[in-house]
């Protein structure tokens, strides 16, 4: 039985995460996932204080803070668009192709 080239792709985005949580298995054994959440969590509570410090906002303006989060995940979302993508035999450039 043949794979579609988007069960490939499919299964071929998965590859690099299976490969971290293995590398992190044999380095953490079943603390993996605390590890993984723990630095999870920090980074997240870093990238937040470095926005808020960016952006000059208080410390407790919980509406500023959702305003310049959702102004960065929307640009950042919107450059994902034009993002290299890959076709399972490398990386296809948007405008490349037939077209």
Not at 12 to 20: M, S
Not at 28 to 52: C, P, R, T, W, Y
Request: aromatic share 6%; glycine share 12%.
């Amino acid at each position: 039985m043949a794979l579609a080239q988007e069960q490939v792709a499919a299964v071929q985005a998965q590859v690099p995460v299976v490969g971290l949580l293995a590398a992190f298995y044999r380095s953490f054994g079943e603390d993996a996932l605390q590890v993984s959440k723990d630095f999870s969590f920090q980074l997240g509570k870093q990238l937040g204080e470095n926005i808020k410090q960016v952006a000059n906002i208080a410390r407790n303006d919980a509406n500023a803070v959702a305003a310049t989060l959702n102004s960065f995940l929307t640009q950042a979302s919107g450059a994902l668009i034009g993002a290299p993508q890959g076709n399972g035999l490398g990386m296809v450039l948007p405008g490349d192709g037939d077209g």
